[in-house]
């Protein structure tokens, strides 16, 4: 092999196992790729949001595309949520709001261990501006506040 590809190898096997094990480290059942984020929260055993992104799309329970502004031609963006550790099972809300008006509010269902689930809504040319989604707790605790926007 020629030293000219030596660099192009080594980066394509960064990016396969970069990939490969996000791709697994998001499943429901094997946790995430950070040690750190892996771990239970054993002291307070309390609802713990460890991941959130407004994406294009979810795909092996992680985030495609994850950004802060979108093209209305993208169709779709969605809100992904990842918890661990989950104490209970228990329901967590994404309300997406335009220019400061609740549009829907998605109750999502989560479950033990850990859990990862996602809302989404359809695009039009009439939603171009802000947006946010505000996560909340089934006690209506802010948990997280995610900011965006759709352009042409």
Same mark, same amino acid.
């Given at each position: 092999?020629?030293?000219?590809?030596?660099?192009?190898?080594?980066?394509?096997?960064?990016?396969?196992?970069?990939?490969?094990?996000?791709?697994?480290?998001?499943?429901?059942?094997?946790?995430?790729?950070?040690?750190?984020?892996?771990?239970?929260?054993?002291?307070s055993?309390?609802?713990?949001?460890?991941?959130?992104? *407004?994406?294009?799309?979810?795909? @092996?329970?992680? +985030?495609?595309?994850? $950004? #802060?502004?979108?093209?209305?031609? !993208?169709?779709?963006?969605?809100?992904?949520?990842?918890?661990?550790?989950?104490?209970?099972?228990?329901?967590?809300?994404?309300?997406?709001?335009?220019?400061?008006?609740?549009?829907?509010?998605?109750?999502?269902?989560?479950?033990?261990?850990q859990?990862?689930?996602?809302?989404? *809504?359809?695009?039009?040319?009439? @939603?171009?501006? +802000?947006w946010?989604? $505000? #996560?909340?707790?089934?006690?209506? !605790?802010?948990?997280?506040?995610?900011?965006?926007?759709?352009?042409?």
């Open positions: 092999m020629k030293l000219a590809f030596r660099p192009f190898n080594i980066l394509f096997i960064f990016l396969l196992v970069y990939f490969s094990l996000s791709a697994r480290g998001l499943s429901q059942e094997g946790g995430t790729s950070d040690s750190r984020s892996n771990q239970p929260d054993k002291v055993g309390k609802l713990t949001l460890r991941r959130a992104a *407004i994406c294009e799309g979810v795909k @092996d329970y992680a +985030p495609e595309n994850e $950004a #802060i502004v979108f093209s209305v031609a !993208v169709g779709k963006v969605f809100c992904f949520t990842y918890f661990n550790p989950v104490p209970e099972e228990t329901v967590i809300y994404h309300s997406w709001f335009y220019r400061d008006r609740l549009i829907t509010k998605q109750k999502l269902s989560l479950k033990t261990p859990w990862a689930t996602y809302s989404s *809504i359809q695009l039009r040319d009439s @939603d171009k501006g +802000p946010r989604v $505000a #996560i909340t707790d089934q006690a209506n !605790v802010a948990l997280r506040l995610l900011r965006f926007s759709i352009t042409d």
